[in-house]
């Protein structure tokens, strides 16, 4: 029996990536966070200088970087690593952050990682979060995932998260990336943030961490009881 491919799209903040890590761990799967291969792609254009509107600059500059996974022993997960270089923390700035959506928006690049998510998980056994996972990565995924919340809720999380890293923002200004990022992701003409038709939504404005995975390993449980 094949192992399940599970897509987890949703908004920034919502837990999508904590909860995909966490039934990956469970189920024994491997997890892919497609949000850091665009994170990593977003700070090599910016330390390179890359011009977003040249296309040739652009193409050069994906052939230019590689990125892989490597697992930390000591923190229990999966580190980002640019060109062999350990990029977790910058990634997951604000600088970052602010120009993720407009990098992701470019078709070439949409393309190239999109390519490399499909290789990693047409075999099954992963648990892949990102934007556009259930609806064109993985569009006859076993189980699609679309989770959202409150974006205020969502912005506390995510400045936590920034200030437990020793990075400092304010409330106003890490809700006011979100709106933005939300509202590129979702308009951009190549492959937008949306719901899956099929898609078991999950809102985790009153979630924790531990009730919201319980909820995604539930619906994982079933599907492969329906298969034995």
Do not use: W
């Amino acid at each position: 029996m094949k192992d399940l491919i599970i897509a987890i799209d949703g908004h920034s903040g919502c837990g999508k990536s904590t909860t995909a890590k966490r039934v990956a761990e469970e189920l024994g799967y491997v997890f892919i966070d497609t949000g850091a291969m665009y994170r990593a792609v977003t700070l090599y254009f910016l330390d390179q200088d890359i011009d977003l509107e040249d296309t040739l600059s652009v193409a050069k500059g994906l052939h230019s970087l590689k990125i892989s996974f490597e697992f930390n022993p000591e923190r229990k997960l999966s580190e980002t690593y640019l060109n062999g270089v350990n990029v977790e923390k910058e990634i997951r700035s604000l600088r970052v952050s602010n120009n993720v959506s407009k990098v992701a928006a470019i078709p070439d690049v949409r393309h190239a990682l999109v390519n490399q998510q499909r290789k990693m998980g047409e075999q099954g056994g992963v648990v892949m979060d990102g934007r556009d996972i259930g609806t064109n990565v993985f569009p006859n995924a076993d189980i699609k995932i679309f989770v959202t919340a409150d974006v205020k809720v969502r912005a506390e999380r995510r400045l936590a998260e920034m200030k437990s890293k020793g990075e400092e923002a304010s409330l106003e200004d890490v809700i006011e990336n979100l709106q933005e990022r939300d509202r590129i992701d979702s308009s951009r003409e190549e492959s937008p943030l949306k719901k899956a038709d099929d898609a078991y939504v999950l809102d985790t404005t009153s979630h924790t961490i531990d009730s919201q995975t319980e909820e995604v390993l539930s619906l994982c449980r079933k599907e492969l009881l329906v298969r034995e």
